[in-house]
């Protein structure tokens, strides 16, 4: 999970007028605005939650993103996701805090980050709503989950993943129930020997084959992503290789392992927010702000992965070696 992060950038106008000057405050009067990132994973047995608040100051905003209580609420709030079926409160969860110590550096205070947690049992007929309490106002939002779905290709039958040159290869799925958007994904895995170190390295490359989107959020509807073959041996060749040549001649041999395709499936409130934080190709580059979150910014909405491991085919292996030799792949 990405934490979703609010910054108000402050810009001081100087106006020059002949025999006249006025004073201008740029900032408003205070306002708590808080601010929710959210992902249900029903494939996961945690609900994880950023809570943050918006702010504005008279000092420098970057100086002020580096101070803790800038951004998070020190006094403490009440966070609650309950579950919901036919209109009743069937369940409810509240949140926990947890404080992870590893965030990158960046614009915002580091490396310490408050996240709210609690762990769940989830079920995929149910609603889930989220209630927050926080200086006296109620900050609400609400999701379904989105439900697994079936691969249909590659086939749950063979173990076995071929990449032939010359030819088409594609993944086929089923759309799942609650699910818009669809980003696929095959990643390449392999060992890496060296000569100066008795130790293997695991690596892995990703390779993205695209995105589609369903006609509707009913689940079932045929899908598919088409790629060529020989763009996998291609990537091999470009990405498995280290930029430092002294680096690239440590190592003794490589060991192809499994490939795994990734299907990673957003609901429909998430898409609607993917889309419109996307990059602009119009003129006009105003986008219209989204979010589900009532009283509050953000996004609480529901994903979901689906993953399907293959061996690599042995004659896909000995066309790794064909086609790059100097990659050092001896299986």
């Known amino acids: ?3 979703y992060f609010v910054s108000l950038i402050i810009f001081s106008l100087l106006f020059f007028a ?3 000057e006025e004073e201008f405050d740029m900032n408003a009067p205070y306002q708590d605005i808080t601010v929710v990132y959210g992902l249900i994973d029903p494939g996961e047995d945690t609900i994880f939650l950023r809570i943050n608040k918006a702010f504005l100051g008279d000092g420098n905003a970057l100086v002020m993103a580096q101070i803790e209580d800038s951004s998070i609420y020190v006094n403490g709030l009440l966070a609650v996701v309950e579950e919901w079926e036919n209109n009743n409160m069937v369940k409810s969860y509240t949140m926990d805090t947890i404080t992870i ?3 990158e550096s960046g614009t915002f205070y580091n490396p310490y980050q408050v996240l709210y947690y609690a762990p769940y049992q989830p079920n995929t007929s149910r609603e889930y709503r989220l209630s927050i309490q926080v200086n006296n ?3 609400t939002a609400k ?3 989105v439900r697994n779905f079936s691969i249909i290709r590659p086939s749950a039958g063979s173990a076995f993943i071929m990449f032939k040159p010359g030819n088409e290869g594609e993944v086929r799925w089923n759309s799942a129930n609650n699910g818009r958007r669809y980003e696929v994904m095959i990643r390449f895995k392999f060992k890496e020997v060296f ?4 130790d293997t390295l695991l690596r892995q490359i990703d390779w993205a084959l695209g995105t589609r989107k369903s006609i509707h959020t009913n689940g079932g509807e045929e899908m598919f992503i088409k790629y060529q073959n020989n763009s996998f041996y291609t990537i091999i060749k470009n990405r498995v290789p280290y930029g430092d040549a ?7 041999a490589r060991f192809t392992n499994n490939v795994e395709f990734f299907f990673a499936v957003a609901a429909e409130e998430l898409n609607t927010y993917i889309e419109v934080n996307e990059p602009s190709n119009s003129i006009i580059q105003d986008k219209p702000d989204y979010t589900n979150i009532s009283n509050g910014l953000g996004i609480f909405s529901s994903r979901y992965l689906n993953v399907r491991e293959k061996k690599i085919h042995p004659e896909t292996v000995q066309d790794i070696r064909n086609l790059a030799p100097e990659l050092k792949f001896v299986y």
């Open 1 to 3: 999970m990405k934490p």
């Open 18 to 20: 002949s025999g006249c």
């Open 101 to 103: 110590k590893n965030k």
């Open 137 to 139: 106002k109620e900050v």
């Open 143 to 145: 999701t379904t989950l």
């Open 195 to 198: 000569l100066d170190s008795p």
């Open 246 to 252: 002294v680096e690239e001649a440590r190592v003794s």
